[in-house]
Structure formats: structure tokens, C-alpha cells
């Protein structure tokens, strides 16, 4: 069996490594964090995510996965590492491609003639060509000179929370440089992949990605949209959005504090850079719904001057519910924002043991029950299961503010 050498192990790079591992491969994960490495190599992991631990528990004592700082030699290499964005100044969005440059240069001394280099971390389009370029680039500048090397695009299409489930079962999209690049991709994936599996070329496949998180970005929009427009006509969004849904033909999605997550609120950003006079209606979209957390904060903030010594719990700082992935995350927006107004924020997030740095010396973590006895303005950021209890009795004598509709 070929075998496999992972960079980056975060969201998306520690699952695959590890699924592959248990299918038999040998796999080598490589992380730049000293403290991941060594975490994974004890058979424990660093990220929350069900039944992850198990699997990784297994990959490491068969002896198929392990983890490292620098890569090695290996017949098919997978770069899984962020893709994250700049802001511009007209308030768009640039890719920042560093990471995937760094990552694709640093496997230059272990490449070999007819090795696979996949790029699973979701990328701008034209993103794949830019691997090709960077590694022949570095090849050269060492004196080496490897043939027959194929280029890929594999983007995952996996959900926090139900990672494990759906790298398995939901189709996915191998888009080749080549199409003998395309089908050795396919036939990698298929050792664990249950569903189908489709063949394209690598720039159809990296927007591919890109669109299915712009097509929920948009849908989204148009409900936070209607919540705006709720607030301002005195109209109950969630029960207009329930009767408009009674129509045989509408789907109207729920409306939020906002996008977060390291998918839909920033994937939307790549196509408007690559195409900005194009894109009109992703642009707008992603302004709306980047828009909505401002939205909340003055909500809030109304409420806090009601009160002359207002205390504020914020409810969920998670991108969504049940997990503890805080990127891109619009309760941590919030939060930090209410805080730098000067207000006392007291922050309940039962998935983290810590604040993430943008929060630390500003906000105070707490559980539920000191949030619920020391506040007098609560804002539910997040509809976690660890709130399911809470009633309007609740909040008798506070103000709340839901975000999420679960406070009926």
C-alpha cells in the first residue's frame, strides 16, 4: 500500500491521517506545533471532536500513524493546512496562501518521480496549479530534478461534530492536473470512501468547494436579512420564517449572530477575489451576514443602559453548537466587542477550559449557573444542548437578547 505523509493536523489533516492509518497505511503526520506532535504521538489529541479520540487512539498503537515536525520520504503527500484570509482595504477578503506555500516547498527534499501530492486544505481557484509551481520551484533552487509528479485536489466536505461520519459516507470530488492524477486520487480514497466518488480537473473541483459554501452563505443572508428587517417592522423572525416555510416550495434557513467557521464565512471571500466584478451577489451576502454581530452588540448594548450597573453574559463563544471550534467565530466577535465598550462580560462556553486569546484579561469563563446568578442582560450566542434547559422563566428580571430562537 502507498504510503502517506499528512501535513497539517487540525480539523481536517488528523482525521484523514488517522483514518487512513486505520485502513493500513503508514502515515506520517507532520505538524509545525511541537505540543501536537507529541499529544498525537501519546495517542491523545488536541481538538474536540466525537469518537476522534478513539481513532486516533487505534492509528497510533497499530503503528501506522505517527506524528512529526518535518516530512519524509512517501508515495502520496497531503497538504491539509489553513487557508485563511487578509482583509483589503475596500473591506473584501485576499487568501492567505502562506501556509500551503510553506507546506508544499518543505516536502521538496522527500518528493520522488510518480508521487500524488494532494491538496485537501479548500483553496482559491488555480490554487493546485500554484502547488505544481511552488514545488518545481524549490526542486530547482535544491538541484533536483523529480518526473512524473501528480497533482490533485480533494476537497473534504465534512461537518464538526460529525467528521468521522462523513468522511466516509459523503460523496467527494478528486480534480486532477491530469486525469491519471484524478484517478489515483480516487483510488486512495476509496479505501475508505463508501460513497461516490467523482472525477473532475482541479480548478472545477477547488470551486466546487467554494460554491457549496457560498450557495449556504447566501441562504443564510437572506435570514439574517429578514431578522434585520423583523427587528425594524416589530415582526417575531422566527415566527415568520415558520409560516413562510408552511409553502410547498421555500426553505427559509434560521437566522444567527452572524457566520463563523473556517468554511462558509470565509470560502465565499475566494471566489469574490478571483472574480469581484462578477460576484456581486456572494459579495453582498457575506457583508450581511458579517454585518449581523454588529447588529447584536447594539442590541445589547441598548439593553445594558437600561440597567445601571449591567452585567452581561454572553452565551456560547463556538462557530456552532456543540462543538469547540471558536475560528472565525461571530459569538467571540460579539463578546470581545461588548467587552471593549467598557461593559462587564462574563463569557459560558462548555466546550473550552480557556478563553481564546482575543478574550483573555476582558472577559471572565464561567458556567452557566454563576453567568445566570451574577448577570442582568444575557445574550444566547449559541444554541448548545447545555442551554436546552433554560425556559423564559429563566431569565425573570434579565434581559435577554436570543440570537438563536431557543428561548421560547
Not at 487540525?10 to 505538524?31: C, E, H, N, Q
Not at 501556509?99 to 521538496?108: G, P
Not at 494532494?118 to 502547488?131: D, H, M, Q, R, Y
Not at 470512501?193 to 443564510?220: G, H, M, P, S, Y
Request: aromatic content about 4%.
Amino acid at each position: 500500500m502507498p504510503s502517506l505523509c499528512v501535513l497539517g493536523l487540525g480539523y481536517i489533516g488528523l482525521p484523514t491521517a488517522s483514518i487512513f492509518a486505520t485502513k493500513g497505511r503508514r502515515v506520517l503526520g507532520v505538524d509545525v506545533s511541537p505540543s501536537v506532535v507529541e499529544t498525537i504521538n501519546s495517542g491523545r489529541i488536541h481538538i474536540q471532536e466525537p469518537d476522534l479520540d478513539v481513532l486516533v487512539r487505534a492509528a497510533v498503537q497499530s503503528g501506522n500513524l505517527k506524528a512529526a515536525t518535518l516530512p519524509a520520504p512517501a508515495d502520496v503527500f497531503i497538504l491539509a493546512v489553513p487557508t485563511p484570509f487578509l482583509a483589503s482595504a475596500d473591506g473584501a477578503r485576499v487568501p492567505d496562501l502562506s501556509f500551503v506555500e510553506a507546506a508544499t516547498r518543505s516536502i521538496a527534499p522527500f518528493v520522488a518521480a510518480g508521487n500524488l501530492i494532494i491538496l485537501e486544505s479548500t483553496s482559491p481557484v488555480g490554487t493546485t496549479e500554484k502547488v505544481k509551481g511552488w514545488l518545481e520551484a524549490e526542486l530547482a533552487k535544491l538541484g533536483r530534478k523529480v518526473d512524473g509528479l501528480l497533482y490533485a485536489h480533494c476537497p473534504e466536505r465534512i461537518l464538526p461534530g460529525q467528521m468521522l461520519k462523513e468522511l466516509v459516507s459523503n460523496d467527494r470530488i478528486c480534480g486532477g492536473l491530469t486525469p491519471v492524477a484524478a484517478d489515483q486520487a480516487r483510488d486512495l480514497y476509496a479505501s475508505f470512501c463508501t460513497a461516490q466518488i467523482f472525477l473532475t480537473d482541479a480548478r472545477t473541483a477547488e470551486l466546487a468547494k467554494l460554491t457549496e459554501n457560498a450557495f449556504r452563505d447566501v441562504n443564510i443572508a437572506f435570514a439574517n436579512e429578514l431578522s434585520l428587517i423583523c427587528d425594524k417592522l416589530g415582526v417575531d423572525v422566527w415566527e415568520l420564517i415558520r409560516l413562510a416555510n408552511r409553502h410547498p416550495r421555500v426553505k427559509i434557513l434560521q437566522p444567527g449572530p452572524g457566520v463563523g467557521g473556517h468554511c462558509i464565512a470565509v470560502d465565499p471571500w475566494f471566489i469574490v477575489d478571483a472574480a469581484p466584478a462578477e460576484a456581486r451577489l456572494l459579495r453582498t451576502a457575506r457583508e450581511v451576514n458579517d454585518s449581523k454581530p454588529h447588529h447584536v452588540v447594539a442590541q445589547v448594548r441598548a439593553a445594558a443602559a437600561q440597567h445601571a450597573h449591567p452585567v452581561v453574559a454572553c452565551l456560547g463563544l463556538a462557530f456552532k453548537a456543540n462543538v469547540d471550534d471558536l475560528r472565525e467565530s461571530p459569538a467571540v466577535e460579539i463578546t470581545a466587542a461588548l467587552a471593549a465598550a467598557g461593559l462587564p462580560v462574563l463569557a459560558v462556553e462548555p466546550h473550552v477550559r480557556t478563553l481564546p486569546p482575543s478574550l483573555v484579561g476582558k472577559a471572565k469563563l464561567v458556567s452557566i449557573e454563576e453567568a445566570m446568578a451574577a448577570a442582568n442582560v444575557i445574550v444566547l450566542l449559541v444554541d448548545h444542548r447545555a442551554f436546552g434547559s433554560l425556559t423564559l422563566a429563566s431569565f425573570a428580571g434579565k434581559a435577554l437578547i436570543d440570537t438563536r430562537g431557543q428561548i421560547r
